[in-house]
């Protein structure tokens, strides 16, 4: 693979040694591209069997500071319409918006419905599943309070998700924000997920944690 001049930079770098978060952004500074606001991205490694029901670890947070990331947030359902488009719903829609995206139409980040609209989208779940965007009530995302839960969305709200290997992926906000900011926000994560730990887990929860900017390197982080 060949390395580019901007990788070829991060050998100044010491990828071995294990930074605290503030310590991690400051060293990552400097290998921010010039020509977009990148994103800080965090990897948590936890002792965690995803097999096993109690330890599937998934949620939503809203983060201190936000993501920085502009959200489009869909909303199917007929009787709260009006509601969601207040809140500042990109799309909102029933049947119709259900139709779309049978046929492959989405532009959207996020997906609230209104409890009566779920048998209804039996049809398109195959199609937002495997995207991570199907509604669930366990995330807040089924709901007759549309309202709330789109100003939510838009606010910064992130969902966290163990993936199969027990790693939880998630963007803590852009390089622009001040340092503070991105650290808040990533102890607001690891303060959630030592709330929600399975007591089904006897061993060392957290097992490690890395940073990394966008399209930049990245750095083992202290997580306590």
Not at 30 to 42: G, N, T, V
Not at 156 to 171: D, P
Not at 215 to 222: A, F, I
């Amino acid at each position: 693979m060949k390395v580019t001049k901007r990788q070829q930079g991060w050998t100044a770098l010491n990828r071995d040694n294990v930074y605290t978060i503030a310590d991690a952004i400051e060293a990552l500074r400097p290998y921010c591209s010039k020509k977009f606001d990148e994103s800080l991205e965090i990897a948590i490694r936890l002792g965690v069997d995803v097999t096993k029901a109690d330890q599937n670890i998934r949620g939503m947070l809203s983060l201190p500071h936000g993501t920085g990331k502009k959200v489009r947030v869909a909303v199917f359902t007929v009787n709260s319409a009006d509601e969601a488009k207040k809140a500042g719903a990109d799309i909102v829609g029933g049947e119709d918006l259900i139709e779309k995206v049978a046929g492959g139409e989405i532009n959207f980040d996020r997906v609230i419905a209104t409890p009566d609209m779920m048998p209804k989208m039996s049809k398109i779940a195959r199609v937002l599943g495997p995207k991570g965007l199907m509604p669930n009530p366990k995330l807040g995302t089924v709901t007759n309070n549309v309202a709330e839960a789109v100003k939510t969305a838009k606010a910064g709200q992130i969902e966290y998700r163990a993936e199969k290997n027990g790693i939880i992926h998630a963007a803590l906000g852009k390089m622009s924000f001040k340092t503070e900011q991105l650290v808040e926000n990533a102890n607001a994560l690891v303060e959630q997920l030592k709330k929600i730990k399975p007591a089904s887990v006897k061993g060392q929860y957290i097992l490690g944690a890395s940073v990394a900017t966008t399209q930049g390197p990245g750095v083992k982080v202290e997580v306590k």
